[in-house]
């Protein structure tokens, strides 16, 4: 990830609440934030889990990256783009 992301001063963190909803990775690139969820399975019914959308309505980012088996999909979120793509298009 932070190869493909590193255009400028970018830093990789995780997000946890007190309630334990974490996303597994967030990019931070000045004020702009990637969340990125990476999930083992194939993402066939293109949803969100609890924890990205809470991220997702705490923090509005523009995008959100879930990153699965093969499954390759775009849908708006509560004003945020979430992408699914497959995990081998992160090594291109």
């Not at 590193?6 to 702009?32: C, M, P, Q």
């Not at 959308?53 to 699965?68: G, Q, T």
């Amino acid at each position: 990830l932070k190869n493909r992301y590193s255009e400028g001063n970018i830093s990789i963190h995780y997000w946890r609440t007190k309630d334990k909803a974490e996303v597994d990775f967030i990019i931070r690139k000045g004020l702009d934030v990637l969340p990125v969820e990476v999930k083992c399975t194939n993402c066939t019914d293109y949803s969100i889990g609890r924890s990205l959308h809470s991220f997702i309505e705490k923090y509005k980012p523009r995008e959100a990256l879930i990153v699965n088996l093969s499954a390759k999909s775009q849908k708006e979120i509560n004003g945020t783009t979430v992408t699914w793509i497959p995990w081998y298009e992160l090594l291109v």
